[in-house]
């Protein structure tokens, strides 16, 4: 397993794990890569440091074993595509009229409900701000027809 820094055309960082080098080049050119603040599948990598060790092992932490490490990403990311199962199956997508909606349901203009869509990473944080309850879900939506 690698980790990646990786970014998006928004200038959100963050990392992700890949099974080798040659794996992180393929996902991301099938669009399987997917920025989890804005959603854009437009990621590159970023510039790293190499990671480079001590002497001595003296207060470095013990690796993980890379089967568990292997099996910890998959779970992970099996979670997440069952919460997103359970998203678009249970609530209503409003596409990028999300916050507009969530602040008409917060203010009590609109049936309450449970919805899902799009924002921006500033959008989400104006909605936190006003104290309107969001959860950003990483990963792509896979359900096109809600």
Known sequence: MILYDLTCPDDHRF????RNSGAVEKLI???QVVCPICG????????????????????VPAKPRNGELVAAVENAAQAINQLREVIEKN????GGK????ARRIHYGEAKKRGIYGEASEQDTRALLDEGI???PIPGPRRNTTN
């Not at 990392?15 to 890949?18: G, T």
């Not at 854009?40 to 990598?45: R, W, Y």
């Not at 609530?91 to 409003?94: M, P, Q, T």
């Not at 999300?98 to 909606?101: P, T």
């Open 15 to 18: 990392e992700s794990w890949f």
């Open 29 to 31: 050119k099938a669009g």
């Open 40 to 59: 854009s599948k437009k990621v590159q990598k970023a510039p790293m440091a190499p990671m480079i060790g001590k002497s001595s092992d003296e207060g």
């Open 91 to 94: 609530f209503e997508h409003v």
């Open 98 to 101: 999300f916050s507009e909606e």
């Open 133 to 135: 309850e969001v959860h």
